[in-house]
């Protein structure tokens, strides 16, 4: 069956090239830092050097070599969107299951929490925590992230699990003797499959956006790069105004060129499992 | 009596701030013994499937009791019970594709049942169950095992359903509109199947349905429901020659008929 | 001179796979005055031929070959735009399976039937199209608080009977209906399937071809009744000659596979046809009935069999009935 996606999903154009896109900046964001080895944070030349041939992004106001900084922000930035992706959607997946599953009292708990948790505004809640977190790493960072975003992956799986639950498939497998949990696993999520990985692309392009707002408050890692640190460093030395294009849009258009082709992928892996399905 | 149903009901609050209490089954009772064929026929909204559902323990009733081989089987607390129950009482629904998970190959509805037998048994075993089964409702077991529910007719996947009872040699087996989705010239095989299923092991049915001319062809007794209540029982003969109730009265009249044409038309 | 006359009517779904020979070969006569049953199961092309005959051919279905032509009109030979503005609606109506699933939910009843109406008598006032329409539903006894309603707000065969009615409004000669009752309760198909033959008394309508799966429902409304399969026409009759002396093995098992709460039904049995209709992408050579049917003989396999007139209007598609 994953043979079958694989091929069919290859045969749209615009799962193509976003995904080529997506692999090759990841491509490069693994392989570069190896290949490119200026290290990221020592001063290497004069500050604010314009892009050449020794420093092809050229230097921050500090002297260091831009081109590192966002060769190795690229990783950093994807690695901590994919892991609050993952973390989010677990949670996510998991409450929505209960509450899907489960119905009454142990639902309207869940619910009231996840809205609650959907409601409060996100940032806020990053920058409140954030603020006291006196060394953020990678990880406190996509943890910060992913408890904020999972609210609404809860209340889609739990709507999807709402309405599977009356198939007669699971009344078949509840007839077989099959317990709740069995159920769940066995029967419901496979058929949910497609959407939850769904969620996950589009949550690793939110986690990243989300980041890279963190970083440009300040807020984020404390230490090491990432695309939206670089971001900061830019604004805090003021380089829109005085014109250091070289700093400002390397990492920006490829925060975007990354969060658009994880977006055009979720639309046709969409586009993909939609008139399969309808098919059947 | 092998099952007995006592002043089973089921209520739905339905709407938001004004709620308001809907019967869907409303105090209906009624017994079946070994080896009968019973048909529980109504129109749709008549109830008689969310009846179906709690007698195969998929639903829980608002009150009421039921008993099977003198066991109050709304009280069987362990999932072993549990299993057993339903070991002995299974259930086939109308619409074919719905009882398989598109997901899987059409083999797991089969496979799933041998966690319902008592002793574990090994592969080959299952297999050769699994293929006797499968030859029993007369489908050919290479031709079956291995695709996927879609690739098949509905007449194949109503057989498989059986064939998944047969498994079982349950004692009670209630179909949910069994052929009200098959095409005509393939109903008769699934209906001959079930009659056999009574015939070779002694397996009472109860058929629901809106069809009184299946009712009447298959069963020794027939029910007829109406808003939640059982309106009328009688035997198929003597509800076909003497209805009592004007429900019963008006559906024999306005059946269409094969035989004869109607009068007042 | 028949209401209805289609001849060797082809009409093929283009699918990348190749071309699903849907309707393959009919030739088809409706009397004026006639109820005609087509009957047949699922995948035997009924209702692509009722879209055919109306000439509601869209892409991928194409017309291949056939005259049709009802009425005065060869439908054939004319343009879309004409039998548009000529023939939908006047002269014939199709009530397509499921019509009451496609009614818009924000518009009441009436409106609908104002819509019809202005599209053909473009000159009528308001007060006249409300008028006709009344007196209409007061014709065929529906209620005419009916008009003002919304569809969510009737039953299910209450809004079939405002579908037919509004079907029904401009008089056309010819009106398809196709399983206009399959999702009713039989008291509620009772009803509707009286309003047809209503229709026909009061001389709204001269014809009806009706489709259904269901053969008793013809016993008690049609005149004659074809039998369809894989495409093609298998046995045509008048209703009473056809259900008693059905000659096509087919024809003959479908009408035995009926079930009625009848004790004739019960005595009788009921027959079972095994295996399955051909797949019509790539149809067998010879007689498509040849699989399934216990008296085939090679010759059924290569020779395909001709609708021939067995007995005084009884025609059937059979090598055995030469």
């Known amino acids: ?280 | 009596m092998m099952f007995s149903v006592h002043n089973l009901t089921k209520t739905f609050t339905v709407g938001f701030f004004r709620r308001k209490a809907v019967n869907a089954v409303n105090n209906v009772s009624f017994e079946l013994d070994k080896g009968e064929i019973i048909s529980l026929v109504g129109e749709s909204g008549s109830g008689k499937t969310t009846t179906a559902l709690m007698i195969l323990r998929l639903i829980r009733p608002t009150s009421g009791e039921m008993f099977f081989e003198g066991k109050n089987i709304l009280k069987l607390k362990t999932r072993e019970e549990r299993k057993k129950y339903w070991r002995q009482v299974h259930g086939i629904f109308q619409d074919p594709y719905a009882p398989f998970n598109p997901m899987y190959k059409v083999d797991r509805v089969l496979y799933q049942v041998f966690s319902l037998y008592d002793k574990q048994l090994d592969r080959k075993e299952k297999d050769e169950i699994v293929k006797e089964s499968l030859n029993a409702v007369g489908l050919i077991p290479k031709d079956i095992l291995g695709k996927y529910s879609h690739q098949l007719s509905g007449g194949q996947r109503q057989r498989i359903m059986v064939a998944r009872c047969y498994m079982l040699k349950p004692k009670l087996i209630l179909a949910d509109e069994p052929v009200s989705m098959i095409d005509a010239s393939t109903r008769a095989g699934v209906i001959e199947l079930f009659m056999k299923l009574c015939n070779d092991l002694k397996t009472s049915v109860m058929f629901i349905t809106h069809d009184l001319g299946l009712a009447y062809y298959t069963s020794n007794r027939i029910l007829i429901m109406r808003k939640g209540e059982i309106v009328e029982e009688a035997l198929a003969e003597s509800l076909l020659e003497h209805p009592q109730h004007p429900y019963t009265k008006r559906l024999l009249n306005d059946v269409p008929l094969l035989c004869s044409k109607w009068k007042d038309f | 001179m028949p209401l209805v006359s289609a001849e060797n009517v082809k009409a093929y779904y283009h699918t990348s796979a190749g071309s699903v020979k849907a309707v393959d070969g009919i030739n088809l006569n409706v009397s004026r005055g006639e109820i005609l049953g087509i009957v047949g199961e699922s995948g035997c092309g009924k209702s692509t031929l009722a879209s055919t005959l109306m000439m509601n051919v869209r892409p991928p279905l194409r017309l291949v070959e056939g005259k049709i032509s009802v009425d005065k009109y060869e439908l054939t030979s004319m343009k879309r735009k004409e039998i548009r503005s000529r023939v939908w609606g006047i002269i014939i109506s199709l009530v397509p399976q499921s019509a009451l699933n496609a009614l818009i939910p924000i518009t009441k009843t009436q409106d609908i039937i104002k819509d019809v109406l202005k599209h053909h008598l473009k000159n009528l006032r308001r007060e006249e199209i409300k008028n006709l329409a009344k007196k209409r539903f007061q014709e065929l006894d529906l209620p005419i608080e009916v008009l003002n309603m919304y569809p969510h707000e009737l039953s299910g065969g209450m809004k079939q009977r405002a579908v037919i009615a509004t079907s029904t409004i401009l008089n056309p000669k010819l009106l398809i209906v196709d399983e206009p009752t399959s999702a009713l309760d039989v008291s509620t198909q009772k009803i509707v399937l009286k309003m047809i033959v209503d229709l026909r008394r009061r001389g709204i309508i001269e014809s009806v071809i009706f489709i259904t799966h269901d053969i008793a429902i013809l016993r008690q409304i049609s005149d004659k009744i074809t039998v369809m399969y894989a495409g093609k026409i298998v046995e045509s009759s008048t209703t009473d000659e056809i259900l008693e002396n059905p000659i096509h093995p087919y024809a003959k098992g479908l009408i035995n596979a009926v079930i009625t709460p009848e004790r004739e039904v019960k005595k009788r049995g009921l027959s079972y046809i095994p295996g399955q209709p051909p797949d019509l992408l790539t149809p067998p050579t010879g007689c498509r009935f040849c699989s399934r049917c216990e008296l085939a003989k090679d010759l059924c396999q290569k020779q395909e069999p001709h609708l021939t007139e067995i007995r005084r209007d009884h025609f059937v598609a059979c090598h055995f009935m030469q």
């Open chain 1, 1 to 280: 069956m994953v043979k079958e996606i694989l091929i069919g999903v290859f045969r749209i154009k615009k799962f193509v090239v976003s995904f080529s896109i997506l692999a090759s900046i990841i491509l490069i964001g693994v392989v570069g830092p190896i290949v490119y080895t200026v290290v990221p944070y020592k001063t290497v030349g004069p500050p604010e050097a314009k892009p050449s041939e020794t420093y092809p992004l050229g230097t921050d106001a500090y002297g260091r070599d831009l081109f590192a900084q966002v060769l190795n922000g690229i990783s950093t930035s994807i690695y901590i969107g994919f892991l609050s992706a993952i973390v989010g959607t677990a949670i996510g997946v998991v409450i929505g299951t209960i509450a899907g599953f489960k119905g009454g009292l142990v639902d309207d708990v869940l619910m009231v929490v996840t809205n609650i948790m959907m409601t409060f505004p996100a940032m806020l809640l990053m920058i409140l925590v954030a603020a006291y977190i006196e060394e953020r790493n990678v990880l406190y960072v996509a943890l910060i992230i992913s408890f904020t975003s999972w609210g609404w992956i809860a209340r889609g799986v739990r709507a999807q699990i709402m309405s599977l639950r009356e198939q007669q498939f699971v009344f078949m497998s509840r007839m077989a003797g099959l317990s709740d949990v069995k159920i769940a696993f066995a029967d419901l999520l496979p058929n949910m499959a497609s959407y939850v990985f769904m969620c996950f692309i589009l949550l690793t392009s939110a986690a990243m956006l989300a980041e890279a707002g963190l970083s440009m408050i300040g807020l984020g890692i404390t230490r090491g790069y990432s695309l939206g640190t670089i971001l900061f460093w830019a604004r805090m030395k003021e380089a829109v105004r005085r014109g250091l294009t070289w700093w400002f849009i390397p990492p920006g258009a490829i925060l975007v060129a990354i969060t658009t082709s994880l977006l055009v992928t979720a639309t046709a892996l969409d586009e993909y499992f939609s008139p399969r399905l309808r098919g059947r």
